[in-house]
């Protein structure tokens, strides 16, 4: 076993009377036993984690019970929709660093034979799968499971980016101060990722169709005694995967990252998950290509419009069959997925969703009746984003196409913001939001407030918004982010100057700059060298390490030789 370095031979004496000193290590024949981490996240400040204390221990029980002896760990946590608006949102891509690098600080210190990960909101999901590709360790997940819908003033469910939108609509004088109130205190009423398909749940579900979470995975209620059964169970599984040493990356192939973007378009996930399925191919040393994206789009219909694109929550897709229904009809799309791959449950992908069935075609459509033929997502290409965009396709009006637009540019979120609350934004603008990418921001902070604000004044038709910062799950509209390289590398989003003509076209997956080569060479040549804001702590660190959104937004070490 892994683990015997730190608990086999003379030498290894004194890491075992550490470990007696634990109490978990109860005798010497639990010296035998398989040391299984549960790499947690529990957090009183996060709604989506305030409960996975008590997950742990159902899953710390099936270990004890299936033969493991489990040590739980706990990394950071940062609530996106608490850290919005303000310096807090630098901090949350950072932080899928951070929890990647302090899982495997432990799991490699310790060497553990198997990790329980216990994740569940936006940034956390994906810091553990990076981990778990590092380290390559036996491993499963299980996350923590969506919070229930709320219900406004009227009765209607809501999400929380009802509520976003609710402050653009109180602004403007559309709403009572009691409606209001009362929505923000009912729109998250459970514990549990936010209830629409916003990045945390969009990587939960991505989690069961990778292949490292147990069918339920994605929209099991946090509540639910479903789940914590579902805990149970993926801890038994786990204890299997270590006894038959399938690693995490003998799932995570080039095929598996295709099927996770072919779910994200098949549930109109959230932008984010494209950042973060990026990151996960490399460090499964995948090499990916982004413009695949748009390939698999072409043969991936778009079957289930959930919040905020729609009024369904998570729990209406899981009451309609759950991933496994959407997986299901997509193993009957030829080349839509690769279903005979291998996953945590020693089954395939077809196997393991063989008996599900789809039991509300409203909230799940059928592969011949989709919402549209081809996906959620697009990878927008050209002069303002050589190296690719993203737009969440399932999130515009389908009566936008092509939209023309006037550029009004603003070099932070704060400037774009108070522009729009102060009516300076009008109809037919293009909103460039620059030097808010990974290095710019830093950490490319999510531009909810602005497009949030924008639809609640009713301009989600009228005005677009582009920029390398990047968008939360909960947004919708014309919205392209992700666009790389970022201004702060160089990127030619920097040289649009206001007033000028930007064409956004849907169709042919392209966004240019109605200006000319030469024009935008005499730019560039008078663009001054950017300097970062940010010049010690985490976040300078941060800064000169990390990368364009086309590559993940990850840290990489410059070469000796650079």
């Known amino acids: 076993m892994r683990s015997d370095q730190i608990k086999k031979g003379i030498d290894a004496a004194p890491a075992r009377s550490l470990l007696y000193a634990t109490g978990q290590v109860k005798n010497i024949h639990d010296m035998n036993k398989p040391f299984i981490a549960i790499c947690n996240s529990y957090i009183d400040i996060v709604p989506g984690h305030v409960h996975l204390r008590e997950l742990a221990d159902i899953a710390k029980e099936a270990i004890r019970e299936a033969g493991g002896i489990p040590f739980e760990f706990n990394t950071i946590g940062v609530d996106d929709g608490i850290a919005m608006g303000h310096i807090g949102m630098r901090y949350s891509l950072p932080s899928r660093e951070l929890i990647a690098d302090s899982a495997e600080t432990v799991i490699n210190a310790h060497w553990f034979d198997g990790v329980f990960y216990i994740p569940n909101c936006d940034k956390i999901t994906p810091g553990m799968i990076l981990a778990a590709m590092r380290t390559n360790v036996p491993g499963i997940f299980c996350s923590g499971g969506p919070m229930k819908a709320g219900i406004d003033p009227r009765g209607h469910q809501i999400t929380l980016s009802s509520m976003f939108e609710a402050v653009g609509t109180y602004k403007t004088g559309n709403m009572t101060k009691e409606d209001f109130e009362f929505m923000e205190q009912n729109a998250c009423p459970t514990c549990g990722s936010c209830a629409g398909m916003f990045t945390a749940n969009s990587m939960n579900c991505l989690l069961e169709i990778l292949g490292l979470a147990m069918p339920g ?42 099927d996770a973007f072919a779910l994200d378009m098949a549930m109109g996930g959230s932008t984010n998950t494209v950042l973060h399925t990026l990151a996960i191919a490399n460090e499964a040393e995948i090499d990916y290509d982004l413009r695949r994206v748009n390939e698999i789009a072409k043969r991936v219909p778009y079957l289930s419009k959930i919040a905020p694109s729609s009024a369904y929550s998570m729990h209406d897709v899981h009451e309609a069959g759950g991933v496994s229904a959407i997986i299901r009809e997509l193993c009957d799309i030829e080349g839509a997925i690769h279903p005979d791959r291998p996953t945590v449950t020693g089954k395939t992908l077809r196997e393991n969703v063989a008996e599900a069935k789809i039991h509300n075609e409203e909230v799940i459509h059928p592969k011949e009746n989709p919402y549209s033929p081809v996906g959620g997502l697009s990878i927008l290409y050209g002069n303002i984003a050589p190296e690719g965009s993203v737009i969440k396709v399932g999130g515009v009006d389908p009566s936008v ?80 982010g992700h666009i790389s390289p970022e201004a702060a590398a160089g990127g030619p989003l920097g040289l649009v100057n206001d007033g000028d003509e930007i064409i956004i076209d849907l169709p042919n997956r392209t966004l240019n700059l109605q200006v000319s080569d030469e024009e935008l060479a005499q730019r560039a040549q008078e663009r001054p060298k950017f300097r970062s804001k940010v010049k010690k702590g985490w976040l300078a660190r941060y800064t000169a390490l990390v990368t364009s959104a086309n590559t993940g937004g990850i840290m990489r070490v410059p070469d000796e030789e650079e």
């Open 401 to 480: 196409q092509v939209f023309k637009g006037k550029a009004i540019c603003f070099d932070s979120h704060d400037e774009a913001v108070a522009a729009i609350d102060n009516h300076i934004v009008q109809k037919g603008h293009v909103v460039v939001i620059r030097y808010e990418g990974p290095k710019g921001g830093p950490g490319m902070p999510e531009m909810l407030a602005p497009t949030s604000s924008i639809v609640g004044r009713g301009l989600g038709k009228d005005v677009a918004l582009i920029t390398d910062g990047r968008f939360s799950g909960a947004t919708r509209g014309i919205a392209v």
């Open 217 to 258: 995975n994605g929209t099991i209620l946090a509540v639910s005694e479903e789940r914590r059964e579902l805990v149970r169970q993926a801890a038994f599984k786990l204890m299997d995967l270590v006894e038959k040493q399938v690693k995490p990356r003998d799932i995570v192939t080039k095929e598996a990252i295709d």
